[in-house]
């Protein structure tokens, strides 16, 4: 199974509503990625989890918050969010944070604030 | 800081050979990644370089020289499938040898 899951595909929310992305992976990878990816333009990383730790923050706003409750599973909370941060959001996982590990992507949610 | 270079777009013909570029200036290099993404779907793994020199992997084959900063993704017997966006990614320090940066990506269509 080589396969990264994301719930739920498509996701409308207001300004004020809190909602959450979840990424499910089971092959056995220890690390795992948030990115966001704006239309026509390449994917940005927003958070990587080494061991179910938090790894790298790439200065996200706080309005974004992640978290790794197991090996398998990545959630990223939203709470307040903006206009401006509609986008597809990609979890990504691989074997290990080291250097030269093929990164395995799901298939994103397709986020849009209101 | 991070910069990688592509071309935004490139057009080429069904059977034929397609070579796709990407410069890149970091602070660092743990090796260099090539994606293709079809439009809304998730990006999936074509190649790793780490080394200089020529990986080969099918219709796919990608190329890093180091000293110049350069890599190429060559594309064989073009497919109308292959029409996608390709994607040049750097993993460089700061940060974990598995931080992905990637460059603005090339559109490529195959026409018949």
């Known amino acids: 199974d080589t396969e990264v899951t994301q719930t739920p595909k498509h996701l409308v929310m207001g300004m004020t509503n809190k909602k959450s992305l979840k990424c499910e992976q089971h092959m056995g990878h220890r690390a795992m990625y948030w990115y966001k990816q704006k239309a026509k333009k390449p994917p940005e990383l927003m958070f990587v989890?080494?061991?179910?730790?938090?790894?790298i923050n790439e200065s996200v706003p706080s309005r974004f918050s992640p978290e790794c409750p197991n090996s398998s599973l990545l959630n990223l909370h939203l709470h307040a969010l903006q206009p401006e941060d509609s986008a597809l959001y990609l979890c990504a996982s691989s074997q290990r944070l080291a250097g030269g590990r093929e990164q395995y992507f799901g298939p994103g949610t397709r986020l849009t604030v209101t | 800081g991070q910069n990688i270079d592509q071309p935004t777009e490139m057009t080429a013909t069904e059977g034929a050979i397609v070579q796709i570029n990407c410069t890149y200036q970091t602070s660092g290099f743990n090796g260099l990644f090539w994606y293709q993404q079809h439009a809304g779907e998730a990006p999936t793994f074509l190649s790793y370089n780490v080394l200089d020199g020529l990986e080969e992997k099918g219709r796919f084959s990608s190329f890093l020289s180091r000293s110049k900063g350069y890599s190429y993704l060559l594309l064989k017997e073009l497919q109308m499938k292959d029409s996608a966006s390709y994607l040049c990614?750097?993993?460089?320090?700061?940060?974990?040898?598995?931080?992905?940066?990637f460059g603005t990506g090339t559109q490529l269509k195959v026409e018949l």
């Open positions: 990614a750097v993993t460089a320090p700061p940060g974990g040898g598995n931080k992905l940066t």
């Open positions: 989890y080494s061991y179910e730790k938090l790894s």
